[in-house]
């Protein structure tokens, strides 16, 4: 080999090894504004991976078991990997600057905000965000964070001090736009989302809880000031004085290039029944198209009409452009509780795959009026096939006398969209939905969504108010009594079990799919990780409900927590097979994020916990790399 | 005969140390929050079956009980061994499964060395 060859291919071996450690942010609850949840990072390959280790640990100590006089904290936080930082919110609201490379704290921010379960049954949090103006100075990169109780707060990136041009002294008292129908808080649990230097805000409440409630909003706020640029509701006008929410709690998505905010809105109050809102609300449970802006509505799609489930739009749609039939087609992919996939053109707003109208069950309720028909998505299979009730499982059918067959019989269930009954109806999908705020992970290259899914059967029954204290007495919101004060109904909402705890429907309890978006097809759909019932692990081949969301790598690799089990997994994304596995402090319940710092790649991991799942909290963050 | 009698206490002594390191293992699975079962009923219920079976195996091995009721104790001792194995492997607690199965061995030769009052008349 001559001199310049051997130059010439040790520059190309320098570049491919360059290429394969390029420097990647995680600047934003879902990676980047499109919420793909993708890296381009490549050194992790499902080869690769089993010399993941772990680089370091923290335990931030912001949580509680809800057993003193502080709520439970459900953790649900994505680092955020920016300014060579990275930045989290914790259930206390503090917010933490870390070396990511090795952990140790650089500042921390304390809110002085109240500890108390305002709107939620526990305190959470979902993260932070950030904004950097591209000038030097104090407070040109910002780190913001929202509070149980309507406060947003601001602080500089590099020194965690207030930033007092923004609202009063750096905290902005959002509640100030709570002015209708205000009988709870804005809670500021989903950091916001950031365009240019626009913050746009939703905020979450309690939909279950009252018939007449605040109308649900999105804010647009600037980045410097908290002044309020514009505010869209999503309740029509004539309706508020009778109803409310239809509020986005969830992550947003965006196109800056369309100028563009694309919003999951929730479903109206209260949540499982509507004759106080017969009337349309075409923005409920709706992914809507907003203009950046302006605040116009510029397209919506609904995906339940007049929703009396809970149904809620739960994730950010994910933005990537499709390959199809020769045409390159901006797409939109909304992931939904009911296991629907809707694929929409996000410029238009029209369906890239056919949405179809089908008939559904009349309501038997008092004063209800459910939709004669509802959308399906008729190309992309749904996670976990909605309509069809799973099969009986034989063990919790005979250790509960026959109880789950006898339940068969005894409560309602004519498919997706059954209404709530007062002999009680199958909710299935569950209210945690089939897929929920994690969301999906789609890789731009090639077009394939990644999808993790649960399987939960919940019963849901009307309780006429004239007899609901006297059936709910003393116990409430444990034993899944809700009131839905101002309807004629309260309810009471449960998983379907036996005496024993055992599930009454056949596994699995939760998978993990593949879809290639460009042809519909689902590749794969597997159980995914493993359920825990008082220590003791279900077989791999029942998997388990999942909350939290995947993220995708360029080298193949699918990072994953949100399994009851406590484990955090790398899986093969060409099958969906597992490759590596840690166990961590609690279920994982959050997307995790990948980063390049200084060289080299990581991934971190929150283990915070989930009720929904079980009853085990943490507050630990977990950071691998690759070992040698 | 004497033979016979030593081989079953060794193996009920056997019995006892496994039983203890069971006992360890299952406290390190209720108490350590790595091991993904810390507090859970299930790790409660090995620790309990262990501890039980420690206790057992050092009955049977140091105190002279009627036939009877060593015949009861040892066959309670091998299903305990063998129930707590099964609990450990769903707790996916390897090696206090690998513990408990040497132990219902170990139980099982105690068993099958024969009648423990007939070998020490003879």
Redesign the interface.
């Known amino acids: 080999m001559t001199y310049m060859a051997r130059t010439l291919a040790a520059f190309l071996l320098l570049a491919a090894s360059g290429a394969g450690a390029q420097p990647t942010d995680w600047t934003t609850f879902n990676g980047n504004l499109a919420a793909q949840k993708y890296s381009p990072v490549s050194s992790f390959t499902p080869e690769t991976v089993q010399r993941l280790e772990r680089v370091w640990s923290v335990e931030t100590g912001d949580a509680a078991d809800g057993s003193d006089e502080l709520p439970q904290t459900v953790w649900s936080a994505t680092p955020i990997y920016a300014n060579e930082t990275l930045y989290l919110g914790t259930p206390f609201y503090r917010i933490l600057a870390l070396d990511p490379a090795t952990g140790e704290e650089r500042w921390s921010y304390e809110p002085e905000t109240v500890l108390e379960a305002l709107t939620q049954p526990a305190l959470k949090n979902r993260g932070v965000a950030y904004w950097q103006s591209g000038s030097q100075g104090v407070c040109e990169k910002r780190v913001y964070i929202g509070t149980m109780n309507a406060t947003l707060h601001a602080v500089d990136a590099d020194t965690g001090q207030p930033c007092a041009d923004f609202g009063e002294g750096g905290v902005l008292d959002v509640n100030q736009w709570n002015t209708v129908n205000d009988n709870f808080p804005f809670s500021l649990l989903q950091p916001p989302t950031v365009v240019g230097d626009t913050l746009l805000l939703g905020w979450a409440g309690k939909d279950w809880a009252y018939a007449v409630a605040p109308p649900g909003n999105l804010m647009a706020i600037d980045a410097r000031t908290g002044g309020l640029k514009w505010d869209l509701s999503f309740i029509p006008e004539d309706l508020i004085p009778q109803t409310g929410t239809a509020n986005i709690w969830t992550s947003m998505a965006a196109d800056p290039r369309l100028g563009l905010v694309y919003v999951p809105v929730s479903s109206p109050s209260p949540n499982y029944w509507g004759g106080n809102r017969t009337d349309p609300i075409p923005l409920a449970t709706s992914v809507t198209a907003v203009d950046i802006e302006t605040g116009e509505v510029r397209w919506s799609q609904q995906l339940i009409r007049h929703d009396i489930w809970d149904y809620d739009t739960p994730s950010a749609p994910t933005l990537v452009d499709l390959e199809k039939n020769g045409e390159t087609i901006p797409a939109l992919v909304q992931t939904t509780k009911q296991g629907q996939i809707f694929v929409l053109n996000r410029e238009t707003g029209e369906p890239v795959y056919p949405i179809e109208y089908r008939p559904v069950p009349a309501s038997d309720a008092k004063g209800e009026k459910a939709a004669p028909t509802q959308p399906f998505s008729s190309a992309l299979a749904p996670t976990n096939d909605p309509g069809k009730l799973p099969d009986v499982s034989r063990l919790a059918d005979v250790t509960g006398w026959g109880q789950c067959s006898d339940d068969v019989e005894r409560f309602r269930y004519e498919g997706l969209f059954t209404p709530p009954s007062e002999q009680g109806t199958f909710l299935w999908p569950g209210t945690a939905g089939a897929n929920n705020w994690g969301g999906g992970a789609v890789d731009p290259r090639t077009g394939i969504l990644y999808l993790n899914s649960s399987r939960i059967v919940q019963v849901i029954k009307l309780i006429p108010r004239d007899t609901y204290a006297q059936v709910a007495g003393e116990s409430g919101a444990e034993q899944g009594y809700y009131a839905q004060e101002g309807a004629p109904y309260g309810i009471q909402l449960y998983n379907w079990t036996n005496w024993a705890n055992l599930p009454c429907w056949a596994p699995p309890y939760g998978t993990f799919s593949a879809y290639d978006l460009r042809t519909g097809d689902r590749l794969y759909e597997v159980p995914f990780g493993m359920t825990?019932q008082?220590?003791?692990?279900g077989p791999e081949s029942w998997g388990s409900p999942t909350l939290g969301g995947p993220v995708v790598t360029a080298g193949g690799v699918i990072f994953i927590g949100a399994s009851m089990?406590?484990r955090v997994r790398a899986l093969d994304a060409r099958t969906g097979t597992e490759v590596w596995s840690d166990?961590v402090?609690a279920p994982s319940v959050a997307i995790p994020a990948v980063y390049t710092h200084e060289g080299r790649d990581y991934v971190v991991f929150v283990a915070g916990g989930n009720p929904i799942l079980k009853p085990q909290i943490g507050d630990q963050v977990v950071a691998y790399a690759l070992g040698n | 005969m004497m033979i016979t009698r030593n081989f079953r206490q060794t193996a009920l002594l056997l019995v006892t140390i496994l039983g203890l390191t069971g006992l360890g293992l299952a406290l390190f699975e209720l108490l350590s929050p790595t091991s993904g079962t810390a507090g859970s009923a299930g790790a409660t219920l090995v620790l309990v079956s262990t501890a039980l079976l420690a206790a057992t195996a050092a009955l049977l091995a140091f105190v002279h009980l009627k036939r009877w009721l060593f015949g009861l104790l040892l066959t309670l001792s091998v299903i305990d061994a063998a129930a707590t194995a099964v609990a450990a492997y769903f707790l996916m607690a390897n090696v206090l499964v690998a513990t408990m199965l040497l132990a219902l061995l170990a139980g099982l030769a105690a068993a099958f060395a024969g009648s423990r009052q007939g070998r020490m008349t003879t």
Request: net charge negative; glycine share 12%.
């Open positions: 825990q008082w220590g003791f692990y089990d406590a166990l402090e």
